[in-house]
């Protein structure tokens, strides 16, 4: 919502400073998100006359002009513009000036060997037109040495807030200006809707034939008008919150729904046939609107309509065929109240995004309706001439009086802002309210503009906003001797953050992805439920709540690596979804490796080519956020294979028994990477946190003072031989079983499948690491421990020990 400052003093007696109202709007709650003050922009540009213009010795397309500004000697500037001319006045800038649409500071420069000390400016140079075709040319009257801005009317500072939705009153800058009055900036001016001078009837009725759908209509006739340009005052305020002018009849109504919330119609009279009714539209009715497209309608949309058919999209947008022009010399002017929630229902189905739906699925005041058909025709009669017609009104406009008992004591006990209750009965007062009663509890009447007030908590909730959240004195919290803080956070949010900064720490980029992905995408990932489809996407490929979250990420490495950034590696901690109940969604934490971003952070390298990432980073990365999130590795089992979306020979499963899987890991199926379009490598891993066994309570200890070992470790290297379909992972678990108290570690190091090995078999080598705790281990020992890892490999695995 954007307004100028004068255009708010049109409805507000303030002495204020900008820097005043600016404050108070945010502190009430009308958050400025802007103020655009082109006075101070402009400051420099002065109002100039071209005293010469003489051509340059040394360019046929520049002239050397000397420019009188009002102060001292006329200075010399060099002149590209095909209008710059002996006796024209214009727009200059001195040297030091910031020129905004060339996003230069001038500076006393040498153009073709003669001396340049300023510029003659065109409007795009200013930025306030896309003129720039030629120099500013003013009138010949223009005050020489007077600040531009202050000439043309540009020192209007512009205001631009942020309304939230339950605050339609202040689509209206009289709304606005009643805040504030209400917050003690000045007092609200009189807002008494002058009489119609009305002669004859209206020879136009009206029917509604669903009141729910438009509960109230008026209409009037004003003959013989003039339809010209509207005033330039009029003009300047739309041109400053971005509305073109159009023509009188139009700017009025566009006028009146910025400066009282009232969106209006007007009609060409001449144009209409017959009598007007509100009514569904029929299926398959077109209309050609105002913004000259055609939409076809059907009977969830509420039209005005006429002997031809539909004129107009009722509450949204008017029609082409009955629209005013210069020609107009009879016109037909409405105002109606819609049902918002049709009105929301219809933009949306039609895609129409206008001021009068932005205002009617609000919620208008509907007491203003009559009153704004007054308003609107005394400025018709005022700008275009003609003589007025009694309104009709079909249906009635209704009376809301919401009620409301209100204990005094309600504004401590849910704020804690100590408001005494003359203050707050002075405070409703001024913001509309009206109060029966006196003592602690009295009755409380919304006015008709706020529709949003429906209970106690909204009348201390205006209470308060006025008065000032500042009021409320900070206390410390009570300091608490004797006990230790409970914890705040969840297992689930330690787990979340815990999840991010061990994944950073691997080197991946934290992404942040849309929850909502495509159906097709849905799918491919288990997903696709009908109950997770969106009633109202905000775009066709985001229909469905994701059930994984690896499309996104998938899809961001994709287009980093169009992008030119071809070894990424993303990661993302969220929410996916399973079902719509509560239990069907989850926190998972999710890694995505492409190209060469392998986990050991070995990309291109002068030594050898680039290696390509494999299922073993993405393995890694799993791996290593279970043991940052203290998850014991003791009962994980990997299970060969994975979900559909990752190659059947290249994945794993991770769970910790057959009923509790808790995620997978492995390289992305080509089909998948086929059906989004990306080009791998691309390996990933996606983990359940939320279906992670959690730890045991356990009394805190304190920790033994860290000791290096006194003894030093041995590593004895086996090789076994075992079935091709025989895990590495069985034979490390194996062996790490046979003396726990001495193993502290058992690696892979080889693989070998081939000369010297039956075709079903394969070669399996293992590094052993014992580290002795109280004595140096003689041979005899060692031999006994390997005996044991040899006899319980064999045994668990069916190895036999390679000669």
Known sequence: MKFTLSWLKDHLETSASLDDIVETLTRIGLEVEGVEDKAKTLAPYKVAYVVSAEQHPNADRLRVCMVDTGEGAPIQVV???????????????????????????????????????????????????????????????????????????????????????????????????????????????????????AKGSCPVSVTIEDEKLCP?????????VKNGPSPEWMQRRLLSIGLRPINALVDITNYMTFDRGRP??????????????VRRAKEGEEVLALDTRTYKLNPGVVVIADDNGVESIGGIMGGEHSGCNENTTDVLIESALWDPLNIAQTGRKLGIITDARYRFERGVDPAFTVPGLDLA??????????????????????EDKRVIEFPWSEVPRLSGLDVQPAESEQILKRLGFAI???????????PSWRPDIEGKADLVEEVIRIAGVDRIEPKPLPRLEDTVAKPILTLIQKRTRLARRALAVRGLVEAVTWSFIARSEAELFGGGDGRLALANPIAAELSDMRPSLLPGLLKAAQR??????????LFEVGQTFASDEPEGQSIKAAAVRRGSARAEGVGRHWDGGAQSVDAFDAKADVLALLAALGIPSGGLQIVAGGPAWFHPGRSGTLQFGPKNVVGAFGE?????????DLKGPLVAFELNLGALVPPKAKPTKMKPKLNLPDFQPLTRDFAFVVGRDVAAGDIVKAAQGAERQLIVGVDVFDIYEGTGIDPDKKSVAIAVTLQPTEKTLTDVEIEAVSAKIVGEVSKKTG?????
Do not use: W
């Open 216 to 224: 109230a209509f008026a209409l009037r006739l004003v003959r013989g």
């Open 799 to 803: 190895a036999v020990l390679r000669s």
């Open 79 to 197: 002149c590209g513009a095909p209008n710059a001319r002996t006796g024209m006045k214009s727009v200059f800038a001195p040297p030091g000036t910031y020129i905004p649409g060339k996003n230069i500071t001038l500076g006393v420069g040498t153009i073709r060997g003669v001396e340049s000390a300023g510029m003659l400016c065109s409007a795009a140079e200013l930025e306030i037109s896309d003129d720039h075709d030629g120099i500013i040319d003013l009138a010949a009257d223009a005050p020489v040495g007077v600040p531009y801005a202050a000439y043309a009317g540009l020192d209007d500072p512009v205001i631009e807030i942020n309304l939230t939705p339950n605050r339609p009153d202040c689509t209206s800058i009289h709304g606005i200006a009643r805040d504030l009055a209400a917050a003690g900036l000045g007092t609200l001016k009189g807002d008494a809707v002058p009489t119609v001078a």
């Open 377 to 398: 025709t005394t400025l018709v009669i005022d700008l275009c001439g003609g003589e007025a017609s009694e309104p009709v009104v079909a249906g009635k406009v209704p």
């Open 436 to 446: 029966q009663g006196s003592g602690e509890r009295v009755s409380v009447t919304a």
């Open 560 to 569: 980093n690596a169009d992008r030119g950034l071809s070894d990424v590696a």
């Open 668 to 676: 992305v199926h080509p089909k998948v990477l086929k059906a989004l």
């Open 264 to 277: 209006l119609h007007v009609f060409d009279a001449r144009k209409v046939q017959g009598n007007l009714t």
